[in-house]
């Protein structure tokens, strides 16, 4: 299937704000992650929220527009790192987008048409906990959607996404990758937690027995559907804290606003990192 709407622009592929490799590129996956203490967590935490603030002071300023993406395997962590990043922010100005099933409406109508009412006005961001690519995703591998509709939404998402650009509108796509025993661990711990209930979902007990179908459609998205305009950021998330911070770090780092911290914005490349097709070549993503 091939990416339509990937236009070039002077001979060059224009990005969305600054969505080149940072760092090396290169995520070490298949290594241990190297653990947060709480305190570091804490202390970088709460001077990566003041920078939040910061930009969200700089987008009601400038009427800008911004939408983040959250994907991933359940339990890969989104909820708790949208709650990290919305938790001081304006909640007139930010809005968490988390879509329960289809209605029957919703599968009659154009299959973006349910998001494009939740997109931002000026001023506004937006923080969509799963998004269209649940298309590509749990639809593909449950047998929710037919093979036509699947390869329609292939081939038709990236000019959605490239509307939206030329809009002026910012898009920021985060994929959280967890191992196949983090995410068995999660899901048993989410079992015993009487204030985590509200998570379980009855498609829970088909994560793991459709493990592969699942890195399957994963990859198969990530390939079809990453480009230079609206790129996918590949976060290694089986530590929650490291992933937290350096997924909220590398948002910032992409963004322009006044008084940026730099230094402490810069994002480990070991966590975080512009998807390239080679990282599914050499086994840098949770098989």
């Not at 224009?14 to 947060?36: Q, V, W």
């Not at 590509?136 to 699947?150: I, L, N």
């Not at 179908?213 to 390939?223: H, N, P, T």
């Amino acid at each position: 299937m091939g990416k339509k709407g990937d236009k070039k622009e002077n001979g060059t592929k224009k990005e969305n704000g600054k969505a080149g490799k940072l760092g090396n590129g290169k995520l070490a996956l298949s290594k241990p992650t190297i653990e947060m203490s709480k305190k570091e967590y804490e202390e970088t935490l709460y001077r990566l929220q003041i920078e939040l603030v910061k930009l969200q002071r700089h987008l009601i300023k400038s009427d800008d527009r911004i939408v983040v993406i959250f994907e991933g395997r359940d339990a890969a962590g989104k909820d708790g790192t949208i709650k990290r990043i919305t938790e001081h922010l304006s909640p007139r100005e930010t809005r968490v987008v988390a879509l329960g099933k289809p209605s029957d409406r919703d599968r009659s109508s154009w299959y973006f048409q349910r998001y494009v009412q939740y997109l931002p006005a000026a001023q506004e961001l937006v923080l969509f906990n799963r998004s269209w690519y649940n298309r590509a995703g749990v639809e593909r591998v449950m047998g929710f959607c037919t093979d036509h509709e699947y390869d329609e939404f292939m081939n038709s998402v990236l000019e959605f996404e490239h509307m939206l650009i030329r809009s002026g509108l910012k898009l920021f796509k985060y994929y959280l990758d967890i191992s196949k025993a983090e995410q068995e661990k999660r899901l048993e711990d989410r079992k015993k937690d009487p204030l985590a209930q509200w998570k379980i979902s009855a498609l829970d007990q088909y994560a793991l027995k459709k493990w592969d179908e699942y890195s399957l459609a994963r990859d198969k998205m990530l390939v079809h559907t990453h480009n230079l305009i609206t790129p996918w950021i590949i976060v290694h998330a089986s530590d929650k804290p490291s992933a937290r911070v350096n997924l909220i770090k590398d948002m910032l780092s992409r963004l322009e606003y006044e008084g940026k911290e730099e230094r402490l914005i810069l994002p480990d490349p070991q966590i975080v990192a512009t998807f390239e097709a080679s990282f599914i070549e050499e086994g840098l993503l949770a098989r």
